[in-house]
């Protein structure tokens, strides 16, 4: 398999973000109490760049993609902090404003490919109904750019499959179908939701370097959301991690990949298969659960699980500090290759680090 790109970085005259979020929070009121899935997410994204944001199952990925393009449930939802796209305020937009803005400027590729498309009707009309209402064509003018936009997601034989329905078609068919409906209005800012998560592994490979390639050419920018910190490795400018609904480290990707500070971020990154290893390797998967988010713990979330964790963990969130490498942020107090990261590890494993992704030190707190 070929070895993975790094992304090369974009001329500096790009500077204007395109997005800015700030301080964003998304809470569900739920019968077993208030559940924080996004808490307190900062960042920015430039055009032309791709953000890669991953984390394990239930970090928050899905919520903030959707909190960001205004697609919650109308309901038992608070929303605060700010979203900016362009300047404009997307927290609190009135609906036809975000009307106005899906399709053309924000467009996003849902978790499950199959609830994107409809099944009874065919793939062309899918395609012509989205470009008559917010483009305003013709019906044979809308008939050809369904035709040319399948084309562009390669599609062999478009004019064919655009009188076919989608169970006519593979999954990797229908997942391109489904991103030529997602760029067919050429919006500036896609969120790309675990896109390949139903696909087997070349078609995975076919279908990131398909949405990298639109990317590229329409010099759009992307958030692509996975729990695969080995598929944004090649294919995203910068990569945010979440966890229980925080990021906790943040960086262009290569310092990410050379530098990672956060422990869990270190986690993730042993939990990516490496293709170096003999085939009957076992994959390291991280210990122990993500925390309750109705309940989070007092200090870092992720200090139960964490090797390094000490007193201060278990009763200070770490705030995300600066690291030495420029644009990359962190959320630890021990953290990965420094001395004082490298201390506290050995520090638990002196004192009998627990297999289980338990230290000692927190078995005591809680007995
Ligand atoms: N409508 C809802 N009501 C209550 N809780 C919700 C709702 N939608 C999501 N959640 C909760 O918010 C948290 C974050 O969910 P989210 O779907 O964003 O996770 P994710 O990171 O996308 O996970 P996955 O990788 O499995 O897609 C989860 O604990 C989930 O149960
Ligand atoms: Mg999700």
Redesign the pocket.
């Known amino acids: 398999m070929a070895r993975r790109r790094i992304v090369a970085e974009p001329s500096k005259d790009q500077t204007e973000p395109l997005l800015v979020v700030d301080d964003l929070h998304?809470t569900?009121?739920?019968p077993s109490g208030r559940?924080?899935?996004?808490n307190g997410v900062s960042f920015e994204l430039k055009q032309g760049r791709t953000l890669g944001?991953v984390?394990?199952?239930?970090?928050?990925?899905?919520?903030?993609?959707?909190t960001i393009m205004g697609l919650?449930?109308s309901n038992?939802?608070e929303v605060t902090g700010s979203a900016r796209y362009r300047g404009n305020e997307l927290v609190g937009a009135k609906s036809s404003v975000l009307r106005s803005l899906w399709g053309s400027e924000l467009s996003m590729i849902f978790?499950d490919p199959m609830t994107s498309l409809n099944p009874v009707m065919r793939i062309g009309k899918q395609i012509t109904e989205v470009l008559r209402h917010h483009l305003d064509m013709s019906n044979d003018e809308a008939e050809d750019m369904a035709v040319s936009l399948l084309r562009s997601v390669k599609i062999p034989e478009p004019e064919k499959r655009v009188r076919q329905y989608p169970h006519e078609l593979s999954g990797g068919m229908r997942q391109r179908v489904v991103i030529a409906v997602a760029l067919a209005c050429g919006p500036h800012l896609l969120f790309a939701?675990?896109p390949t998560?139903a696909l087997d592994v070349t078609v995975q490979a076919q279908i990131l370097d398909l949405l990298d390639e639109q990317q590229r050419e329409r010099f759009m920018s992307m958030v692509l959301?996975?729990?695969d910190l080995g598929v944004v490795a090649g294919r995203a400018h910068d990569i945010a991690v979440?966890y229980a609904?925080r990021i906790v480290e943040m960086a262009p990707t290569r310092t990410l990949f050379q530098n990672m500070r956060m422990p869990y971020t270190q986690a993730l990154f042993e939990s990516i298969p490496k293709l170096d290893l003999p085939s009957h390797t076992r994959l390291t998967v991280i210990p122990g659960r993500?925390p309750d988010?109705v309940n989070p713990p007092t200090g870092c979330s992720f200090a139960p699980r964490c090797e390094r964790a000490q007193a201060r963990c278990l009763e200070e969130q770490p705030p995300l500090m600066e690291a030495e490498t420029p644009d990359h942020r962190y959320a630890c107090f021990y953290p990965v290759g420094t001395p004082e990261g490298d201390e506290a590890l050995a520090e638990n494993r002196r004192r009998g680090y627990q297999a289980a992704g338990v230290p000692v030190m927190i078995q005591e707190k809680a007995s």
């Not at 559940?35 to 996004?38: M, Q």
């Open positions: 998304t569900f009121r739920t559940v924080r899935a996004v944001i984390g394990e199952s239930g970090s928050g990925k899905s919520v903030l993609s959707r919650l449930p038992n939802v978790q939701d675990e998560t959301v996975t729990h979440m609904g993500p988010l």
